[in-house]
Nanobody
Framework: VQLQASGGGLVQTGGSLRLSCAPSGGTFDYWSIGWFRQAPGKEREFVATISWPGTKIYYANAVKGRFTISRDNGKSTVYLQMNSLKPEDTAVYYC?????????????????WGQGTQVTVSS
């Protein structure tokens, strides 16, 4: 499964962005989807995951209440709505797919990854 992540950019503190993730060929049917991020000099960290078909959602504590993950199964697209952005949210954001249908927080559960999209939050 090849994934395309998009929607990153430069935004001021307190602003919003919406990231999208879609497969290039195929569908997201029977895959849970996760978002991860990696800031310069830091390890990749879990952000959010949504189960198949979307009944279970988990967030990292750092983004809970500010980010919302959702999926449109008809369009095979997963979204990450990011509000109240902070400079510490600056990172490359990656989407990934997992056969753990209830969603997973460990990157090792995700065999397929997109190329990443840069999110930069200026102070």
């Amino acid at each position: 499964v090849q994934l395309q992540a998009s929607g990153g950019g430069l935004v001021q503190t307190g602003g919003s962005l919406r990231l999208s993730c879609a497969p290039s060929g195929g569908t997201f049917d029977y895959w849970s989807i996760g978002w991860f991020r990696q800031a310069p000099g830091k390890e990749r960290e879990f952000v959010a995951t949504i189960s198949w078909p979307g009944t279970k959602i988990y967030y990292a504590n750092a983004v809970k209440g500010r980010f919302t993950i959702s999926r449109d199964n008809g369009k095979s697209t997963v979204y990450l709505q990011m509000n109240s952005l902070k400079p510490e949210d600056t990172a490359v954001y990656y989407c990934a797919t997992s056969r753990v249908l209830n969603g997973a927080t460990a990157s090792s559960e995700y065999p397929y990854w997109g190329q990443g999209t840069q999110v930069t939050v200026s102070s």
